[in-house]
């Protein structure tokens, strides 16, 4: 624990700089002692079992500080119908009433299912394969960042019949990700922000200067950490208002409109792409409530993937058109402990 506290603290003072290009080619978050919530619960293994990727993902936090703001209701804002949205959004969000906060001996629920590809690397001149997998996870983190973090995997599936037959000649290696793993007091992260400033201006400065959340420069970052602020996390509404008041007018946010989660709720949604990745954030337009969250590839991502040895297994790989990440909210509240749900 403490030397995974060291890696990580080392990155964010930047001691371990030559290690960001391969978390910003592959997204690597830290899972589960994460920093910040991620919606890809794990985008790389080097081998079996999957948490042995922890070492790498650590690298995945650095601060930059000194970034240039941009200012709301400025130039070269998000489209108008993305801005108009995400304003409307956030006079509902900010309209509803307050959830009860946990307590001390009491956990931030929340239920995710989630469907991911994969790229597998067999190696030994094996030809590589890519396959899915639907994942239920769900979080209990106590105010003391104690908790437990239950995992349950689907059935893996193949994208075609050749990448079955690649696994099979691989040896038909295990794929399935199931784990429970229950966390004392400070292995995990709680993040209370509702006592972040409600005012849009003040909110974005502090989010730009990375002092919420750590992350490299760029409004493509930004639109990725407002995403963060709202998922695995307790926010007063008026924070959640601001939270969408920041992201209305980032340059290169795109309107989807109305949409509908893979759950099939009905809900509005916005979108950044960035690096040959299209982000979607679906929102539902009466409770300012995030819904889901889905990235496709728009383009092939054709990354040395040889680099990671035989075993290793990648995300957001793919042909352009591939559903690399589709992931729901499904419940989130207080528990009273890490086996009861609200």
Do not use: C
């Not at 009433?97 to 956990?107: C, E, K, N, T």
């Not at 290696?173 to 429970?180: G, K, M, T, V």
């Not at 795109?254 to 679906?282: C, K, L, N, W």
């Amino acid at each position: 624990m403490d030397e995974f506290r060291d890696v990580l603290e080392k990155f964010e003072r930047r001691e371990m700089p030559d290690l960001w290009p391969e978390v910003q080619q592959h997204r690597l978050l830290p899972e589960p002692r994460h920093s910040r919530p991620s919606r890809f619960p794990i985008v790389l293994a080097r081998t079996h079992p999957w948490r042995l990727a922890l070492a790498a993902a650590a690298a995945a936090v650095a601060v930059a500080v000194g970034l240039p703001l941009v200012l709301l209701g400025g130039s070269g804002g998000a489209d108008p119908a993305a801005a108009g949205m995400l304003r409307q959004v956030a006079r509902r969000a900010a309209a509803q009433p307050p959830q009860p906060a946990p307590g001390p001996g009491q956990y931030l629920y929340t239920k995710t299912q989630s469907m991911q590809t994969y790229l597998y690397v067999a190696g030994d001149g094996l030809q590589n394969f890519s396959f899915t997998q639907p994942l239920t996870r769900e979080i209990w983190i106590g105010t003391d960042s104690s908790g437990r973090i239950l995992e349950t995997g689907g059935p893996i599936s193949f994208l075609t019949p050749q990448d079955q037959a690649a696994w099979v000649a691989a040896g038909s290696p295990r794929l399935s990700q199931a784990d429970d793993q229950i966390f004392g007091p400070g292995e995990l992260l709680y993040q209370d922000y509702s006592n972040l400033p409600t005012d849009p201006l003040e909110l974005l400065s502090l989010i730009e200067q990375r002092k919420v959340l750590g992350g490299p420069a760029g409004d493509w970052e930004t639109f990725d950490i407002v995403g963060d602020l709202l998922r695995e996390t307790y926010a007063s509404p008026a924070v959640r208002g601001a939270l969408y008041e920041v992201a209305a007018d980032l340059p290169g946010v795109e309107f989807v409109g109305r949409t509908q989660d893979a759950s099939g709720r009905p809900g509005v949604a916005v979108a950044y792409t960035h690096e040959g990745v299209r982000t979607e954030m679906i929102f539902d337009p009466k409770t300012a409530e995030l819904l889901g969250e889905t990235s496709i590839l728009t383009e092939d991502s054709d990354v040395n993937v040889e680099s990671g040895g035989p075993g290793a297994i990648y995300g957001l790989v793919g042909k352009a058109g591939t559903i690399a990440y589709e992931g729901t909210y499904l419940v989130s509240g207080v528990a009273d402990s890490i086996n009861a749900r609200p």
